[in-house]
């Protein structure tokens, strides 16, 4: 494994390929998991075809006073304070010596693991735990220590923020870590992951340290049910790679509301990550209720569960149809000429609002179109400049499988059925130059 950089609006391997970022935010995997349990994690999710993990180095739930399950904490204190200029890594196996096993488990597995150095209550508290105890000076010493720790792992992506909006001193606090990583570690990419239906761009646009933005479309209704439309806003506002760093998570009680009487599922998680790629994402990030958390079941707290909804563990919830899924698109994306993809929405001649919204993406004589509950759709291939006509394929969502079913004209409006239709009855129409490979 190689440092990634980018190229246009995609990250890139070394050699110039297409990396497609397949992350799952384990937020609380530094924190609450040993070491066996964090090779299992890591083991499962290459198997399910992942390719990148989100985490906290000082994590959300209590990080600074909870210990890890080493019973070693991260930070000495000062005057009876964390001190984030004073990382604990003194005695047998300290907290940071885990991380680093974490950091290698994940490299070991083909992983890359795009580290917080912080939850954002450890700068701008409002809900949790915290407390706060960044200021400027001792983030940016706090940066540069972290980033001289890590510089040499081949698997780091640098996220900064951490689900809190920036306000007063925040910015300050955020571009001296920025500043204090970039000092010591000038290789890996840095991004920020924001607060909850947001985006990257609101808040550090203007940063030189961003190599690509993010969104938090999140799990409210204002941006969840459109994260397509916020792929195309922040396409807008820079030229830089852009992606959801955290969608609509499987088995979390839909908008946080109870009274909905529905728990989000596997249809919505492929809704969020078609919808996304095919509107100018360069990656997607799944998560689940169980799993971000860590959570051991009845003796542990679910957040976001209250009082009904799944009591999984996480080691139950790791293998969620959801996350058995996702690698179908991250396949598909990588199946033809991924650097030459960009959202075409005029291939749908009538789109449809909310649920039923087409996104589409066209490439190098090929292109893509997503139809989220299968509804009858009229397409214009013309985009495409086949000569001589278009191979159409059913792409399957839930399983991968492609079944090519007519070629079409180019010189006509043609109306499609997908293979069923409702809830669930999610379909990728491709189109192909019959030009090319069969």
Request: hydrophobic letters at 35%; one cysteine or more.
């Given at each position: ?51 990148v993990f989100q985490t906290v180095a000082l994590a959300e739930l209590d990080g600074l006073r909870t210990p890890n ?370």
């Open positions: 494994m190689q440092p990634l950089h980018t190229e246009g609006r995609f990250l890139v391997n070394r050699d110039g390929s297409c990396f497609f970022y397949l992350a799952d935010t384990a937020w609380e995997l530094l924190h609450k998991l040993n070491r066996e349990e964090t090779d299992w994690y890591c083991r499962e999710r290459a198997r399910q075809g992942f390719t399950a080493y019973g070693r904490l991260p930070l000495q204190t000062s005057d009876g304070m964390p001190d984030p200029a004073r990382p604990d890594t003194e005695g047998p196996y300290s907290y940071w010596d885990h991380v680093d096993f974490a950091v290698h488990t994940a490299e070991q597995y083909g992983l890359y693991v795009a580290l917080l150095p912080t939850w954002g209550d450890k700068f701008n508290l409002k809900w949790g735990k915290g407390p706060e105890i960044f200021t400027p000076e001792n983030a940016r010493i706090y940066g540069r220590w972290i980033g001289a720790r890590y510089r040499d792992a081949s698997n780091i992506i640098w996220m900064l923020g951490g689900d809190r909006i920036l306000e007063g001193d925040d910015r300050a606090i955020i571009d001296a870590m920025a500043g204090g990583i970039r000092e010591s570690d000038p290789h890996h990419l840095m991004t920020f992951h924001p607060p909850g239906s947001s985006d990257s761009t609101k808040w550090v646009a203007d940063a030189d340290y961003i190599d690509f933005h993010t969104s938090q479309t999140g799990h409210a209704t204002d941006k969840s049910y459109i994260s397509y439309r916020v792929m195309e806003q922040m396409r807008a506002a820079t030229d830089k790679p852009v992606l959801d760093s955290e969608s609509r998570y499987e088995d979390i009680p839909a908008c946080f509301d109870l009274s909905v009487g529905y728990t989000w599922n596997a249809d919505d998680v492929r809704q969020n990550i078609y919808w996304n790629l095919f509107s100018g994402a360069c990656g997607f990030t799944y998560g689940n209720n169980a799993v971000w958390s860590m959570t051991r079941g009845d003796a542990d707290v679910l957040l976001f569960n209250w009082q009904n909804g799944p009591r999984r563990t996480w080691q139950e919830s790791l293998r969620r149809p959801g996350a058995e899924q996702v690698h179908y698109a991250k396949e598909l994306f990588l199946s033809r000429s991924p650097l030459s993809l960009c959202p075409c929405p005029d291939l749908v001649c009538e789109n449809l609002p909310g649920m039923g919204y087409m996104s589409a993406a066209a490439g190098d004589r090929f292109a893509y179109i997503y139809s989220p509950l299968g509804i009858p759709f009229r397409i214009n291939a013309a985009p495409l400049r086949a000569a001589q006509g278009v191979r159409a394929t059913w792409f399957d969502p839930r399983t991968g499988e492609q079944t090519v079913f007519a070629v079409l004209p180019t010189n006509q409006e043609t109306i499609l059925a997908p293979p069923t239709q409702g809830k669930g009855c999610d379909w990728v129409l491709i189109l192909e130059d019959i030009g090319q490979r069969p």
